[in-house]
C-alpha cells in the first residue's frame, strides 16, 4: 500500500469515530437517554406531588394524626384543593386505626391534581353515605338528612379559626356527623374546597392543621 492510500485509508478512519461520537453526544446512534421516574403518580404517599391541571398546579397528599386532645382524637388532610378535619370522641389504639382508615377513604377519590370539586355538588358528594365505609351510619340528630354545605365564608364554618381559610380561597364546605352505636363512637367530618392546590396548601399550613403525627 502506498502512503498516499494509507493516509486516505486513516482519514475515513477519523471521520467514521468523529460521526459516532457525534451522534452519542446528540441522542443517535441507537444510544437511549430515556429517563424512567415514578414521581408525580397519583394517590401516592405523604407529600406526594401531582400533575398540573385545573386546580392550580400540582398537589399535594398529606396525612396527619393529632393525640394531644383528651379522650379524643383527630386527622387531618391535605389532597388537591380540599383540606378536611376528622374526630373521634375515643383515643384507642383501635379507635385510631377506624379514624385513619376512614380518613384515607375519604381522601381516596379525590383527584391530587387539583380538578375536582369543581362545585358544591361535587364536593358533597365526597362526603361518604351513611354505612359507605366500614359501617359507619349517618347521626341524623343533627336533624338533617344528608351531609351539610356552607357556602357563605370560612368564619361561618370555622368560628375563630376561619382566617388561614377565607384569606386562601374558601369556596366551601362540607360534613357529617357519623356513629357506631355498638362502640358508642361518633365521628365528625369536616371536608372544604379552597378552590385551588396552591389555597389548600397555604391554608393547611398557615391553620397549623399540618402539625401532628404520621398515620
Known amino acids: 500500500m502506498t502512503h498516499r492510500a494509507l493516509c486516505f485509508f486513516l482519514a475515513l478512519g477519523l471521520v467514521a469515530c468523529s460521526d459516532d461520537t457525534d451522534k ?10 430515556g429517563v424512567t421516574s415514578d414521581k408525580g403518580a397519583d394517590n401516592g404517599p405523604t407529600g406526594d406531588k401531582g400533575p398540573a391541571a385545573e386546580g392550580g398546579g400540582g398537589g399535594t397528599f398529606e396525612i396527619v394524626v393529632n393525640e394531644d386532645l383528651l379522650g379524643a382524637l383527630e386527622v387531618r388532610f391535605l389532597k388537591g384543593r380540599c383540606v ?6 375515643s383515643d384507642t389504639a383501635e379507635a385510631r386505626t377506624e379514624l385513619v382508615d376512614f380518613a384515607k377513604a375519604v381522601a381516596n377519590p379525590i383527584p391530587l391534581d387539583g380538578s375536582k370539586p369543581a362545585d358544591d355538588d361535587e364536593l358533597q358528594g365526597f362526603v361518604p353515605a351513611s354505612k359507605a365505609i366500614n359501617d359507619w351510619e349517618e ?73 401532628g403525627k404520621a398515620p
Open 139 to 211: 347521626d341524623d340528630s343533627d336533624g338533617k338528612k344528608g351531609p351539610w354545605l356552607i357556602t357563605t365564608d370560612a368564619y361561618d364554618w370555622i368560628d375563630g379559626g376561619g382566617d388561614p381559610f377565607q384569606q386562601n380561597g374558601f369556596e366551601a364546605a362540607a360534613g357529617e356527623n357519623y356513629k357506631k352505636t355498638a362502640k358508642s363512637w361518633e365521628l365528625k367530618l369536616e371536608l372544604v374546597n379552597q378552590g385551588s392546590t396552591a389555597g389548600a396548601e397555604k391554608a393547611f399550613s398557615d391553620s397549623k392543621w399540618n402539625e
Open 24 to 33: 452519542q453526544k446528540d441522542g443517535g446512534g441507537g444510544v437511549d437517554r
Open 84 to 89: 378536611a378535619r376528622l374526630s373521634i370522641n
